[in-house]
Nanobody, 124 residues
Framework: QVQLVESGGGLVQAGGSLRLSCAAS????????TGWFRQAPGKEREFVAAIVWSSGTTYYADTVKGRFTISRDNAKNTVYLQMNNLKPEDTAVYYCAAGNAWYIGTDIKGFGSWGQGTQVTVSS
């Protein structure tokens, strides 16, 4: 079972930046992708970004494309989410998630291990 620990959330003004980190332990060679999802109050959890460990291929939701960048450090087993030009609608709890064995994609059903989440609040 992959263990995921997120950090880096906080309060920022609109237009500001934050960087989230996700440290993964216990990851096996079959866990091919790690992603970020977010959940705002009263809304369903939604996909934000994902990255394939081996190739570095990235995927983004349209709502964050051009503002957020996902990256990984294979040596540290850590995935980052750099968030720039933040908007109030980005306010949510952000979760790191590891893909199920051999899964590559962005469907929430393909991710079986989750971190505890980190709060991101963007004030207007």
């Amino acid at each position: 079972q992959v263990q995921l620990v997120e950090s880096g959330g906080g309060l920022v003004q609109a237009g500001g930046s934050l960087r989230l980190s996700c440290a993964a332990s216990g990851r096996t060679f079959s866990s091919l992708v790690t992603g970020w999802f977010r959940q705002a109050p009263g809304k369903e959890r939604e996909f934000v970004a994902a990255i394939v460990w081996s190739s570095g291929t990235t995927y983004y939701a349209d709502t964050v494309k051009g503002r957020f960048t996902i990256s990984r450090d294979n040596a540290k087993n850590t995935v980052y989410l750099q968030m720039n030009n933040l908007k109030p609608e980005d306010t949510a709890v952000y979760y790191c998630a590891a893909g199920n064995a051999w899964y590559i994609g962005t469907d929430i059903k393909g991710f079986g291990s989750w971190g505890q989440g980190t709060q991101v609040t963007v004030s207007s």
